[in-house]
């Protein structure tokens, strides 16, 4: 119940393509999603998050899309760059909880 | 602002030698986490706290202990150090409450030999 399950392991994505990376969860309490965004030798940084109030959030490039009712929720990177490549962490939380549930990570690399 | 700041950034132990982790964050956050990433694993939380004086175990607290004496500061300790504990440590913090953004610090890569 308190997994966040996160697919593909890893991903090849030619520059100017779509990169999309998958998340699902069990637990309906989870009220705050977000995606991290670690480069080598870095740690993770906040990159875009979703409240399940709304289906979808868009910022740049980035777009988190939020199925309620399938307990699922995307990543979609428009017009990937190499400079995109990097790992990527869904997670999973409760506002006001103590704890954040993060997915095993993708390995995105583009193609230049 | 530095953020949150670990130390060292990497570091090579003997089997059954200890050591600490330090990390130290200048939010003022209240809640503050112990990561271990291995390839492949994402991210396993190992102890948290969500205040200075208060510690918990998170999924892998085996073979480590914390203690949280001030805001500022909550150090990992190793005890008797083995090669299952080679990993890349990552120490995080957030101001807890509503907001949930969770800043991490760069690391600290450990090997056990």
């Known amino acids: 119940q308190q997994q966040v399950k996160q697919s593909p392991q890893s991903l090849i994505v030619q520059k100017g393509g779509i990169s999309i990376i998958n998340c699902a969860y069990e637990n309906t309490a989870f009220d705050y999603f977000p995606w991290y965004q670690q480069f080598p030798g870095k740690g993770p940084a906040l990159l875009i998050a979703?409240?399940?109030?709304?289906s979808e959030k868009k910022e740049g490039r980035f777009t988190i899309s939020f199925n309620k009712s399938a307990k699922q929720f995307s990543l979609h990177i428009m017009d990937s760059q190499p400079g995109d490549s990097a790992t990527y962490f869904c997670a999973a939380s409760i506002v006001g909880d103590d704890k954040i549930i993060f997915g095993k990570g993708t390995r995105l690399h583009i193609l230049p | 602002n530095a953020g949150v700041t670990q130390t060292p950034k990497f570091r090579i132990l003997k089997i059954g030698q200890s050591m600490t982790l330090q990390c130290t964050q200048d939010m003022n956050h209240n809640y503050m986490y112990w990561y271990r990433q291995d390839p492949g694993m994402g991210l396993k939380l190992i102890y948290y706290s969500v205040g200075a004086g208060i510690t918990d175990k998170g999924e892998v607290p085996n073979g480590y202990n914390v203690s949280r004496s001030t805001t500022e500061d909550f150090p990992l300790r190793l005890e008797l150090a083995a090669p299952s504990q080679t990993s890349v440590y990552f120490c995080?913090?957030?101001?807890?409450?509503?907001?949930?953004?969770?800043?991490f610090g760069q690391g600290t890569r450990l090997t056990v030999v």
């Open positions: 979703i409240r399940p109030d709304v």
């Open positions: 995080a913090s957030t101001p807890g409450g509503v907001v949930t953004e969770a800043f």
